[in-house]
């Protein structure tokens, strides 16, 4: 009997100590307003309370395209697909008075953006957009989506009605589509019945690449400038249609974090950022402070993170008349875990950015007619600003593709830009009508345009949250002159086409390719993939009046398995495909090189290997994915760290190593890899491989060691002290062999190059293996700290060098960043290409 007792006595004092964690909508809703009947609820659509499972996008897009269905407050639009083929959504909440009147509400908004606007906005509504979870693992911002979105669908009473009367609330649940799907997947496969907050459960310990990334593994919040991704380019374009007043950006942080709402660190803002900016969010920030203190959640602001790289969604709208707020809360990844604050449930996390959200609506209404008179004014003083006039130039005579690329970004931010009317030179880089555009200074995105183009080395400070430098003339190594007079301009353009190509005509003896196109890579894979012999030229030749420069493919008529006549529809076909233009030539009797000659290096096809997994930076290694596989259709095989030493290598010409942390390959993957380049093959690698081959002894590079020690640095100093010798990401110029094969397709003597890291590389003894050199005055753009600039000097950025019948490469700097460093992409081609040549 005894023993029964104290059994029964067990499980009720275990049931006692499993904790509850359940919670049911009005955990979530404020209690003074009542709930239209009609409005189905989230549980009514996705089958279960918010916060009891991680939402899917799929019953995320459900529950919304619901909503819309039954309120007539909410409207919703398909914006186009993520890379999975997600649907990236837009919900318009407003009054059904205002959607009646939805377009000419919004022409409304946008002339507060226009030349010479002085309207009243006394009656006009406030504008805000709203959007949840860019980082897919950050998931508490997209499920507190589904109770933000019901209660401003069934919220009743006066308090609403005025809310939605003035205001219109552009909704975008989730902005990372593709991410949240992974991430909730995760989270839902490992909880538990009885849930278990012991941080070491699987639950809370993602497997790489995790879900805060999209598809190809990028950090969306990155983007919002470049604009490369699909979902960036959706929200874009809704933020250029409507121009919000305010723009929030939902996120979490480490989970022993509380919550933060900016204003970030002062000094860190971008000085572009109108003063007023700051003092607005500081304004707002009040109401989310009142909001919290009502629930007694604990929170913060100004202790970190910025507002200065406009590539974040917290900062984009701050060059554009606007208030980016950034939300993060401390996540609890899973279901509930151990936290410094106690157990930090999910619906916990999710109350606080629905409350949040809230807090920033209540903020929008009370302060619109300030929000709305700052954005007035914003464009009126940007106008004065640009009515210094002058235009920008920008082109690249050998390379239409990429600045038809350059000239995408501009459009999608809506920037004017204008044929050129005639070619001219200038400080000896010509600027060809067709190759080149031109931005006028004097018009609405003035200020958008500066923050694009500027060259920025000094900084009131020196830390920075992500990059100090993106200046898109230079990451897209484009000629350009920015002092130009209007009068270069021709016909504005009004829809950007792409470049026309010359298609060759059937040629009986050769075809030639110059290498400079940034579409060039694509239309060769294609050509070697056929199985046709293709070779490269080492050195500039002229023919039939035309000067080929160092790296031109050659496609001779003669021994090939398509006949002459296949041959040429087949080179039609690829100089469409791939946008290029291809020569047919009738000779092989040159100036320089004959077509004959042994200067010309029979190609390969290439079979790539890129490694990933574990121990790999996911951002670089998908950066090389996207290039590869969306750019140049040239097919990759993701080889795993996990099961890399089961693999047999020899099917592939090109194994990529990107950056990693620790020992991304062990001792035995350093032997295999040896002899598969002792074999033949081209080993390519970033960053720290170059550790790791040098380690393992199959590149011989010396990196400099700083001895460097502390003076006059206080603790409370140490933090600042080491962060100001971060090389965040600023923007350095190199010289150019341009003899070397690495160095093909290059038209200039000098290529600026991104770099986020402090490794400096020693030169080669031999010049001729130095075809990549830091200048000894390499700082174009962003932060880097005097001595770090000394010890960049003069060293090298690329590497090569022989092993048995192989190559092994490497480079100091990530050629790939972020999908919008086209300018340097084409080094990576070269080494995949031409890697046998070097
Ligand atoms: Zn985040």
């Known amino acids: 009997m005894k023993d029964i007792f104290s059994l029964l006595f067990l499980i009720v004092s275990f049931n006692l100590f499993a904790q509850d964690y359940s919670v049911n909508l009005d955990y979530y809703l404020p209690t003074d307003v009542s709930y239209h009947k009609d409005i189905p609820t989230p549980k009514s659509i996705i089958g279960h309370e918010v916060g009891e499972w991680h939402i899917s996008h799929d019953k995320l897009a459900q529950y919304m395209f619901a909503l819309a269905n039954a309120s007539n407050r909410v409207t919703i639009e398909d914006r186009g697909n993520t890379f999975e083929g997600r649907p990236l959504l837009l919900l318009t909440i407003t009054s059904p008075t205002n959607h009646n009147n939805i377009d000419q509400l919004r022409k409304e908004h946008v002339s507060l953006t226009e030349a010479g606007a002085g ?403 694509k239309a060769l894979n294609k050509l070697l993939n056929k199985g046709l012999n293709v070779k490269v030229g080492l050195k500039p030749f002229s023919v039939e009046n035309k000067k080929y420069d160092y790296g031109t493919i050659l496609i001779p008529v003669q021994n090939q398995n398509l006949s002459q006549t296949e041959l040429s529809e087949f080179i039609n076909t690829v100089a469409k495909e791939s946008n290029v233009t291809i020569t047919s030539v009738s000779t092989g009797l040159t100036e320089g090189i004959d077509l004959g000659s042994s200067n010309f290096k029979k190609l390969e096809a290439q079979k790539v290997a890129l490694i990933v997994g574990q121990g790999i930076t996911p951002y670089d290694a998908g950066e090389i994915w996207h290039l590869l596989d969306q750019r140049y259709d040239i097919q990759v095989t993701k080889l795993d760290t996990r099961t890399f030493n089961r693999v047999d290598l020899s099917r592939y010409t090109d194994i990529i190593l990107p950056n990693s942390w620790g020992n991304a390959l062990d001792k035995e993957a350093a032997e295999k890899i040896k002899t598969w380049v002792k074999n033949g093959g081209t080993l390519i690698g970033y960053k720290n491989a170059g550790k790791w081959f040098a380690n393992n002894d199959l590149l011989n590079v010396k990196f400099k060691t700083k001895k460097d020690s502390a003076q006059n640095i206080s603790f409370e100093q140490k933090r600042n002290y080491f962060g100001a010798q971060v090389i965040g990401g600023a923007i350095f110029e190199t010289k150019l062999d341009r003899s070397h094969p690495i160095a093909f397709g290059f038209k200039n003597n000098t290529l600026p190059v991104f770099r986020n890291s402090t490794l400096f590389m020693e030169t080669d003894k031999n010049s001729y293996n130095n075809p990549i050199l830091y200048t000894e005055d390499p700082l174009l753009g962003g932060y880097i700290s005097q001595k770090n600039l000394e010890e960049l000097k003069n060293t090298a950025m690329f590497k090569v060098g022989g092993l048995g019948s192989g190559n092994v490469i490497y480079f100091t700097d990530n050629t790939n960043f972020r999908a919008f460093w086209y300018g340097t992409n084409k080094l990576l081609m070269n080494a995949i290409f031409f890697g046998e040549e070097m």
């Open 119 to 521: 309207k009243s906005v006394d009656n006009m509504p406030v504008v805000v957009y709203q959007g949840f979870s860019i980082h897919g693992n950050e998931a508490s911002g997209s499920n507190a989506a589904l109770a933000v979105a019901y209660y401003l669908a069934a919220a009743q009473g006066p308090k609403i009605d005025d809310l939605l009367k003035n205001t219109i609330i552009l909704f975008d649940p989730s902005y990372n589509p593709d991410g949240l799907q992974r991430f909730a997947y995760w989270a839902n496969i490992h909880k538990n019945k009885n849930i278990n907050p012991d941080p070491n459960d699987r639950e809370y310990n993602e497997i790489w690449p995790g879900g805060r990334t999209n598809h190809y593994w990028f950090d969306m919040n990155r983007d919002w400038l470049p604009a490369q991704l699909p979902e960036s380019q959706a929200r874009v374009k809704t933020f250029h249609q409507w121009y919000p007043n305010i723009l929030t950006d939902h996120h979490e942080m480490g989970t022993n974090a509380t919550f933060f709402f900016q204003p970030g660190i002062p000094s860190r803002t971008h000085p572009l950022t109108p003063t007023k900016n700051q003092e607005l969010t500081g304004d707002i920030a009040e109401f989310h402070a009142n909001a919290f203190n009502k629930i007694g959640s604990l929170y913060y602001s100004k202790e970190n993170f910025d507002d200065f790289y406009y590539g974040k969604g917290s900062t984009f709208p701050d060059i554009n008349g606007g208030i980016g707020i950034l939300f993060e809360q401390a996540s609890s990844r899973g279901h509930a875990q151990e936290s410094d604050n106690g157990i930090l449930t999910f619906p916990f996390a999710i109350r606080n950015q629905f409350t949040a959200a809230l807090s920033t609506l209540e903020a929008a209404v009370s302060l619109r007619t300030q929000l709305l008179e700052y954005q007035q004014q914003f464009y009126k003083d940007s106008q004065k600003e640009a009515s210094v006039g002058g235009a920008i130039v920008f082109g690249d005579e050998k390379d239409a593709n990429k600045v038809f690329h350059l000239a995408e970004i501009l459009k999608r931010h809506q920037i004017e830009f204008y044929e050129l009317k005639e070619d001219f030179s200038k400080n000896g880089k010509t600027f060809r009508k067709g190759y080149s555009y031109v931005i006028p200074k004097n018009q609405k995105q003035h200020r958008l345009i500066n923050a694009m183009f500027e060259k920025r080395t000094t900084f009131k400070d020196s830390l920075f949250y992500d990059i100090s430098a993106w200046t898109f003339s230079l990451a897209f190594n484009m000629d350009c002159s920015e002092n130009e007079s209007t009068n270069k301009k021709g016909a504005v353009v009004s829809e950007l086409k792409k470049p026309t190509i010359i298609t060759p005509k059937t040629s009986n003896y050769a075809y030639l390719m110059e290498w400079h196109d940034y579409n060039t890579p």
